[in-house]
């Protein structure tokens, strides 16, 4: 019986060896088929191949020398161009002597050099072409030009901590001041969740409310002035909020 075993084993395994070469085998010879295909393949296309490589090669080295030769000088050349019509700016929001007049000569340039307006058209693209439109924007708040005021801080696009709040807000008071405050709500509440921070947040939570109050949205407006209340207490906005919960729980009755 033990010898019976042995033999049996030894007959089977031989049939296992013979499985497994037979397998490797084909496994083989279909890697070598496979790779005979993939030869001819590249053989027959190699022209197209080849094509390929260089359009790939042509756009990288275009980008590289457009970014180099056409893009940086035109980033430097727009900054230059921003420098001018920002003192005007500056000028005009810092002091109250013909502020008006300061942020036309902004807008509009002067003594042959281009305002935020041209610089905007212009440098489109750039960043200082980009920041031109949030200039532009303010300073046509400012001047009462709401249509002209949405359009340009509609065109602006920032991920800074301040600039992308505030023109976001600029653009809810141009719709307040228009008498549309149910843009306005949007907008400021748009402007209030971009960023969260002390100054712009609060800010922006409090119009957003004093709107809603406005518009007869009450639990809105309630909403909003308790999170001032408990989110920003130490800002300005706070001093006086338990006033404004009241008024939208009175209202709400």
């Not at 397998?23 to 083989?28: D, G, L, P, Y």
């Not at 980008?63 to 893009?71: E, G, N, T």
């Not at 440098?123 to 031109?132: F, R, S």
């Amino acid at each position: 019986m033990a010898t019976y075993k042995k033999t049996g084993t030894k007959i089977k395994s031989s049939k296992q060896k013979a499985e497994q070469h037979s397998t490797t085998a084909e496994v083989f010879d279909t890697l070598d088929q496979t790779a005979s295909r993939s030869e001819q393949w590249v053989i027959k296309n190699q022209g197209n191949i080849f094509k390929l490589l260089g359009l790939v090669v042509a756009v990288v080295l275009a980008s590289l020398a457009y970014q180099k030769f056409v893009k940086m000088p035109q980033e430097k050349e727009a900054a230059d161009e921003l420098a001018f019509p920002k003192t005007y700016f500056e000028n005009a929001m810092t002091g109250s002597v013909a502020k008006d007049s300061l942020l036309t000569l902004g807008l509009n340039g002067n003594d042959g050099k281009y305002g935020f307006v041209d610089i905007a058209d212009q440098y489109a693209g750039t960043d200082a072409g980009n920041l031109a439109n949030y200039y532009a924007g303010i300073s046509y708040l400012n001047l009462k030009n709401y249509e002209a005021a949405i359009r340009h801080l509609e065109l602006f696009s920032s991920d800074d901590e301040l600039l992308s709040p505030i023109a976001k807000g600029a653009i809810g008071d141009a719709f307040a001041d228009i008498n549309q405050p149910e843009e306005a709500l949007e907008y400021y509440l748009k402007a209030a969740d971009i960023r969260s921070n002390d100054f712009s947040t609060p800010l922006f939570l409090f119009k957003a409310g004093n709107t809603a109050l406005e518009l007869g949205k009450y639990p809105k407006a309630l909403a909003l002035f308790e999170e001032i209340k408990n989110a920003y207490p130490n800002a300005d906005e706070a001093r006086n909020i338990e006033v404004y919960i009241n008024k939208a729980i009175v209202a709400e009755k």
